[in-house]
């Protein structure tokens, strides 16, 4: 038994106890977030004026295919094309939906209901939401960090990875910070602080139907990973990305400069084109499986501070569009910002624009909720309906 093993093996023991409680129908004009619904929101309740159609809690497993981008990528290093080409789904999205304030079970919960298991035998690459060290939802959560890592070894993964790039802060200090170095020397995982990779360790995306001027550069150790898992949290974004859940999550897997070269990320900030560009960047890869921690939400400000609502739920999939459009509908049943409020939520500029690169559902109607109880099954059925305003 090596170290890893042993670690693993004295924490699921250790830790037993502490886990286990563990479309368009119409379109709409902007509206002012304060006066969309008359909600009362108290931690642990949920809106009731909101009609209700319940929908099923059944499994429901839709094949998908590989889809890759009709524009020819180019890669000036002749580095190798991702292994894993994006997966669109072409009939129904699952997003498992569970009603709860606690972030371990709530996590543990929604990756039973999607019953997959991407991660056995796999070298894992894990990219949280650390942006900065700010406290959940500005960051990854410690107890979803926790649970997942503990899921997925579970799963059988052969390696786990914790990466990522932060935004907002020097990466390995939030890391450390945060507290991931500790955990990760406790239960055996790696880390990989993209900050440090040296300029032969990134691959350059390209494409003439891209918003980049000279295309971005991600890990490829991300092209090279046999299965990536992301976790994100549900929160908006002020600085022009109007809301930041799983795929502007992705923006830390790109570089800020390479080299020492062009600045990527300024690049993306002071574009008129952020939010399409944000979505391109999802190009790169295919998630094996996402989880959003909602158990507290920001309705405005964000990344890293801002208005903090009990939203009190947690999201898992597979589908980066799915899961968005479920966050921005969530979003709005708590009243949020003018951005992410008007209009129809496939027509935020994120997800149109993930569509158009076949990275997920094209419609709301191709969204099923997997629910295990009956909160978390009268939530999805209001949340249905705010997907179809």
Same mark, same amino acid.
């Given at each position: 038994?090596?170290?890893?093993?042993?670690?693993?093996?004295?924490?699921?023991?250790?830790?037993?106890?502490?886990?286990?409680?563990?479309?368009?129908?119409?379109?709409?004009?902007?509206?002012?977030?304060?006066?969309?619904?008359?909600?009362?929101?108290?931690?642990?309740?949920?809106?009731?004026?909101?009609?209700?159609?319940?929908?099923?809690?059944?499994?429901?497993?839709?094949?998908?295919?590989?889809?890759?981008?009709?524009?020819?990528?180019?890669?000036?290093?002749?580095?190798?094309?991702?292994?894993?080409?994006?997966?669109?789904?072409?009939?129904?999205?699952?997003?498992?939906?569970?009603?709860?304030?606690?972030?371990?079970?709530?996590?543990?919960?929604?990756?039973?209901?999607?019953?997959?298991?991407?991660?056995?035998?796999?070298?894992?690459?894990?990219?949280?939401?650390?942006?900065?060290?700010?406290?959940?939802?500005?960051?990854?959560?410690?107890?979803?960090?926790?649970?997942?890592?503990?899921?997925?070894?579970? $799963?059988?993964?052969?390696?786990?990875?914790?990466?990522?790039?932060?935004?907002?802060?020097?990466?390995?200090?939030?890391?450390?910070?945060?507290?991931? $170095?500790?955990?990760?020397?406790?239960?055996?995982?790696?880390?990989?602080?993209?900050?440090?990779?040296?300029?032969?360790?990134?691959?350059?995306?390209?494409?003439?139907?891209?918003?980049?001027?000279?295309?971005?550069?991600?890990?490829?150790?991300?092209?090279?990973?046999?299965?990536?898992?992301?976790?994100?949290?549900?929160?908006?974004?002020?600085?022009?990305?109007?809301?930041?859940?799983?795929?502007?999550?992705?923006?830390?897997?790109?570089?800020?400069?390479?080299?020492?070269?062009?600045?990527?990320?300024?690049?993306?900030?002071?574009?008129?084109?952020?939010?399409? $560009?944000?979505?391109?960047?999802?190009?790169?890869?295919?998630?094996?499986?996402?989880?959003?921690?909602?158990?507290?939400?920001?309705?405005?400000?964000?990344?890293?501070?801002?208005?903090?609502?009990?939203?009190?739920?947690?999201?898992?999939?597979?589908?980066?569009?799915?899961?968005?459009?479920?966050?921005?509908?969530?979003?709005?049943?708590?009243?949020?910002?003018?951005?992410?409020?008007?209009? $129809?939520?496939?027509?935020?500029?994120?997800?149109?624009?993930?569509?158009?690169?076949?990275?997920?559902?094209?419609?709301?109607?191709?969204?099923?909720?997997?629910?295990?109880?009956?909160?978390?099954?009268?939530?999805?059925?209001?949340?249905?309906?705010?997907?179809?305003?």
């Amino acid at each position: 038994m090596n170290r890893r093993e042993f670690c693993h093996k004295i924490t699921v023991v250790g830790g037993t106890i502490a886990l286990a409680p563990l479309v368009k129908a119409c379109k709409t004009e902007p509206v002012d977030p304060t006066q969309m619904l008359d909600l009362e929101i108290t931690p642990g309740s949920i809106p009731t004026n909101i009609p209700t159609t319940a929908p099923t809690s059944e499994s429901i497993i839709t094949p998908t295919t590989g889809h890759t981008p009709t524009s020819t990528m180019q890669d000036d290093s002749l580095q190798p094309q991702p292994t894993h080409a994006p997966t669109v789904a072409t009939d129904m999205a699952q997003v498992a939906l569970v009603r709860s304030d606690n972030r371990a079970d709530g996590t543990k919960r929604a990756i039973a209901l999607l019953g997959l298991n991407p991660a056995r035998g796999n070298r894992v690459l894990l990219k949280p939401n650390f942006n900065s060290a700010d406290q959940a939802p500005g960051s990854t959560h410690p107890d979803v960090l926790r649970a997942l890592i503990m899921e997925i070894y579970d $799963m059988g993964a052969r390696s786990i990875t914790v990466g990522d790039r932060s935004g907002m802060g020097n990466t390995r200090a939030v890391m450390e910070k945060i507290g991931v $170095m500790d955990l990760a020397a406790e239960l055996g995982f790696d880390t990989l602080v993209f900050d440090d990779l040296s300029e032969n360790d990134w691959t350059i995306r390209r494409s003439s139907d891209f918003h980049w001027s000279d295309g971005f550069a991600v890990p490829k150790a991300l092209l090279d990973a046999e299965c990536v898992i992301q976790t994100c949290n549900l929160k908006t974004h002020r600085y022009g990305g109007h809301f930041t859940l799983s795929l502007k999550n992705s923006v830390g897997l790109a570089a800020k400069t390479v080299g020492g070269g062009h600045d990527y990320m300024s690049e993306l900030h002071g574009s008129p084109h952020q939010r399409l $560009m944000i979505a391109e960047i999802n190009e790169a890869y295919s998630p094996g499986l996402i989880v959003m921690d909602g158990v507290e939400a920001f309705v405005n400000g964000g990344p890293a501070n801002g208005k903090k609502v009990p939203a009190n739920v947690v999201l898992a999939g597979t589908d980066r569009v799915a899961l968005d459009a479920v966050g921005v509908a969530i979003l709005r049943l708590f009243g949020t910002t003018r951005e992410v409020s008007q209009g $129809m939520i496939f027509e935020q500029e994120q997800i149109a624009r993930a569509v158009e690169l076949g990275l997920g559902v094209d419609s709301p109607q191709k969204i099923r909720f997997l629910t295990g109880d009956p909160e978390s099954e009268r939530f999805a059925s209001q949340v249905q309906q705010m997907l179809l305003l």
